[in-house]
């Protein structure tokens, strides 16, 4: 009956995902169907820890962090939760090796109750590593199939990808992370205005991300390639409407991709797919 548990609580994650990233959904579903659950496992996990320092601030985040952290140790301990997202989760950082990534995360995530200001390089570049890159790496794990050779040979460029994704993030919710959550993370970016200098600075750095990480993408796995693309070519886009506006407009509004775009770029990624172009 384990293996009962282990599949509904496989279905709960897959439920967290579609309901707070219908673009992610949508690149995991051109994933091959044998790794798609573990991938769910891995955003329902992380989206839980995240939705615990973003969104819950009406309760005493620091407890619910807390009790979260244990219920997850307690989950590797025992190799099952009754929580159903720690249970899934389990079960995928033991078959890949993810202790240590998760527990890089789950650090970058209790930061966020207690420092509010990451604008120095260092801070930054932490920030970065334990808070998108290592999610990268998770799921790098999964695409490779725990292969060490090709682990390490796509590595940086999965490292490249997190960082860009998480760069972007940062830029198009500028301004709810400093109204709503009252955080800074750019370095060289002070009393949470952004210049149109500030603003060429971040998006050149992020745009070299995006060159560093596509070298890795056309060379992995065929199961993973068309679906790490999509998300590829889907945040390229919102940068590329980022650079359009000014800075201005980005202190004002949090920028999105329209559903129709969202469309026509998963039918660009499916056409170069099926002609070999990446």
């Not at 999105?256 to 099926?274: C, E």
Request: a neutral charge; charged letters at 30%; glycine letters at 2%.
């Amino acid at each position: 009956m384990k293996a009962l548990f282990d599949t509904s609580s496989l279905k709960c994650s897959k439920i967290v995902t579609q309901e707070y990233s219908t673009s992610f959904s949508m690149g995991i579903k051109l994933f091959a169907p044998s790794i798609r659950p573990t991938i769910y496992a891995i955003y329902g996990f992380v989206r839980y820890a995240d939705e615990i320092v973003d969104s819950f601030h009406e309760y005493d985040q620091e407890v619910l962090f807390e009790e979260f952290k244990e219920e997850y140790q307690k989950a590797i301990e025992r190799k099952i939760s009754l929580n159903p997202i720690l249970n899934a989760f389990q079960e995928v950082a033991w078959k890949y090796d993810l202790h240590t990534y998760a527990d890089d995360f789950l650090k970058r995530m209790e930061m966020d109750l207690k420092i509010k200001d990451y604008t120095t390089k260092e801070a930054y570049e932490n920030y970065i590593y334990g808070s998108a890159d290592v999610v990268g790496l998770m799921c790098l794990r999964v695409f490779t199939n725990n292969d060490e050779d090709m682990f390490q040979l796509l590595k940086t460029p999965a490292q490249y990808l997190g960082s860009a994704f998480q760069k972007v993030n940062f830029l198009r919710d500028f301004k709810d992370d400093m109204e709503i959550l009252g955080r800074s993370y750019f370095p060289n970016v002070n009393n949470n205005s952004l210049s149109e200098l500030n603003k060429k600075d971040i998006i050149e750095d992020i745009e070299n991300d995006f060159r560093e990480a596509f070298k890795g993408i056309v060379v992995l796995p065929l199961e993973s390639r068309l679906g790490v693309y999509l998300a590829y070519k889907y945040y390229l886009n919102l940068l590329k409407k980022l650079k359009r506006l000014d800075s201005k407009h980005i202190l004002n509004e949090r920028i999105r991709i329209s559903n129709p775009l969202k469309i026509l770029i998963l039918t660009k990624a499916y056409i170069r797919f099926k002609l070999n172009f990446i």
